[in-house]
């Protein structure tokens, strides 16, 4: 409990202004929502001018529009895949690379505690702020989208958050894997980060090409799709299953490899 307790407050301030965002992010998605679905608005005029496969790349779906979660769910979406993964490979570096580079864990090492119980509890802190984070995001949707819009649909909202979750455990798991792999913590942020790009350039910049089709089906947003979500309603729990099978399998190896590794000095 000392090391949740230790990187609980430690990372505590970090976590409160990740919070702050994300929720000023869906008060602004919320509150101009109605001016772009009022009928013959000329936002929308707009943006129907625009080439289909430019819309595509930008994640824009016209028929998504037209409904009261689309732009949050278009648009605001594309950011909070981006903020949640981001904010879980930063956290997760910082809790596990973190106390190389600080030379800590030789400190930590020596404590009458073994190497299964420390990774467990740090694994423990990282949940628990995705968890947090999660749930603040979901309750910042309810609120906001409840005082400002009326016939949106919680399921949709829900599936939102839920995605956002998911695909912050998976690279929460994939920043874990390479900290104890690497034990450097810019690396592992570069690294990390670099991954997210590249499949979130997989997922939107070839979308309309049919000859790059099969890099969309490496990227892990094309089966957690938003705009899928808006226009159907329907959430794709098996994605999300699996893509929560390959972050415990990540996990797992990350763990015999911290009981067994040594340090790199």
């Given at each position: 409990?000392?090391?949740?307790?230790?990187?609980?407050?430690?990372n505590l301030k970090n976590f409160i202004i990740w919070v702050?965002?994300?929720?000023?992010?869906?008060?602004?998605?919320?509150?101009?929502?109605?001016?772009?679905?009022?009928?013959?608005?000329?936002?929308?005029?707009?943006?129907?001018?625009?080439?289909?496969?430019?819309?595509?790349?930008?994640?824009?779906?016209?028929?998504?529009?037209?409904?009261?979660?689309?732009?949050?769910?278009?648009?605001?979406?594309?950011?909070?895949?981006?903020?949640?993964?981001?904010?879980?490979?930063?956290?997760?570096?910082?809790?596990?690379?973190?106390?190389?580079?600080?030379?800590?864990?030789?400190?930590?090492?020596?404590?009458?505690?073994?190497?299964?119980?420390?990774?467990?509890?740090?694994?423990?802190?990282?949940?628990?702020?995705l968890i947090t984070f999660f749930s603040f995001f979901l309750?910042?949707?309810?609120?906001?989208?409840?005082?400002?819009?009326?016939?949106?649909?919680?399921?949709?909202?829900?599936?939102?958050?839920?995605?956002?979750?998911?695909?912050?455990?998976?690279?929460?798991?994939?920043?874990?894997?390479?900290?104890?792999?690497?034990?450097?913590?810019?690396?592992?942020?570069?690294?990390?980060?670099?991954?997210?790009?590249?499949?979130?350039?997989?997922?939107?910049?070839?979308?309309?090409?049919?000859?790059?089709?099969?890099?969309?089906?490496?990227?892990?947003?094309?089966?957690?799709?938003?705009?899928?979500?808006?226009?159907?309603?329907?959430?794709?729990?098996?994605?999300?299953?699996?893509?929560?099978?390959?972050?415990?399998?990540?996990?797992?190896?990350?763990?015999?490899?911290?009981?067994?590794?040594?340090?790199?000095?």
């Open positions: 409990m000392i090391i949740i307790k230790k990187e609980l407050k430690f702050i965002v994300v929720v000023l992010f869906v008060f602004m998605y919320a509150s101009v929502t109605k001016f772009f679905t009022d009928q013959n608005s000329p936002a929308i005029k707009f943006i129907e001018k625009f080439p289909e496969n430019l819309l595509k790349t930008f994640n824009i779906d016209l028929e998504a529009f037209s409904k009261t979660e689309g732009i949050f769910g278009t648009e605001g979406m594309l950011f909070m895949f981006l903020i949640f993964a981001i904010y879980a490979i930063v956290l997760s570096s910082k809790i596990f690379a973190g106390e190389f580079d600080n030379k800590t864990v030789e400190y930590l090492f020596i404590k009458p505690i073994n190497r299964k119980r420390i990774f467990c509890e740090k694994l423990f802190a990282i949940w628990l702020y309750l910042s949707e309810l609120m906001f989208f409840n005082m400002y819009l009326d016939d949106f649909r919680t399921k949709v909202l829900f599936g939102f958050a839920a995605y956002v979750f998911v695909i912050s455990i998976l690279f929460s798991s994939i920043s874990i894997f390479f900290s104890i792999l690497f034990q450097k913590r810019k690396f592992v942020n570069s690294l990390s980060i670099a991954l997210l790009f590249l499949f979130y350039f997989f997922n939107s910049v070839t979308q309309g090409v049919d000859t790059f089709e099969f890099l969309r089906k490496i990227s892990v947003f094309h089966y957690l799709s938003s705009v899928d979500l808006v226009n159907t309603g329907k959430i794709n729990y098996l994605s999300m299953f699996v893509i929560l099978f390959v972050s415990l399998t990540l996990l797992y190896f990350s763990k015999k490899r911290f009981e067994n590794q040594d340090i790199l000095i």
